[in-house]
């Protein structure tokens, strides 16, 4: 092989190594960054409602009355999130939705059951605990999967909204 035929060689794979190059840059999907911070306070709001419900038991008091105490210290700190508490003890589920938007409605539904529309007016919202099945709630639009007998006696989901991006978040089993 002569010089010359080498050189247009070498030439056309760097010429194909910038089309491939550009090629794969112009493909890129973009994405929006995760909201981690979002996933940080439910992990947060789980380990302090642990704390919280002990201290209420070993104190003797009720742990719904600290729970709302926990979680109107929460939603002070993070106006700009919305939250749904929901603790499930041996007589009652009781719900605690703090949502900054009225316009969200939240239900909620055991199993097969008929579907619970949550009161946002009300600092904690009881429902009789006769249930059978997982509760499956409605949270704008998403719905969310608690195992009520394999899950923890308390969960939350947290739901902020930046822009046009709503981003949603179950606290982890």
């Given at each position: 092989?002569?010089?010359?035929?080498?050189?247009?060689?070498?030439?056309?794979?760097?010429?194909?190594?910038?089309?491939?190059?550009?090629?794969?840059?112009?493909?890129?999907?973009?994405?929006?960054?995760?909201?981690?911070?979002?996933?940080?306070?439910?992990?947060?709001?789980?380990?302090?409602?642990?704390?919280?419900?002990?201290?209420?038991?070993?104190?003797?008091?009720?742990?719904?009355?600290?729970?709302?105490?926990?979680?109107?210290?929460?939603?002070?700190?993070?106006?700009?999130?919305?939250?749904?508490?929901?603790?499930?003890?041996?007589?009652?589920?009781?719900?605690?939705?703090r949502i900054s938007n009225s316009q969200i409605e939240i239900t909620a539904a055991f199993g097969d059951g008929a579907p619970i529309i949550i009161n946002q007016s009300q600092s904690s919202f009881p429902v009789d605990n006769s249930h059978v099945g997982n509760l499956i709630m409605d949270f704008s639009g998403e719905k969310i999967i608690f195992e009520t007998k394999e899950e923890p006696p308390f969960n939350v989901i947290v739901q902020k909204k930046e822009g046009e991006q709503i981003y949603l978040a179950k606290s982890p089993p």
């Open positions: 092989m002569n010089k010359r035929g080498q050189f247009y060689l070498i030439i056309s794979f760097v010429i194909i190594g910038i089309v491939i190059g550009l090629t794969t840059v112009y493909n890129a999907a973009r994405t929006q960054r995760e909201n981690l911070a979002i996933s940080y306070l439910t992990e947060e709001m789980k380990f302090e409602s642990y704390q919280t419900i002990n201290n209420a038991v070993y104190l003797g008091q009720l742990p719904e009355e600290k729970l709302t105490i926990l979680i109107d210290s929460y939603k002070i700190e993070n106006p700009n999130y919305d939250f749904i508490a929901v603790y499930d003890d041996a007589e009652s589920t009781t719900f605690f939705p």
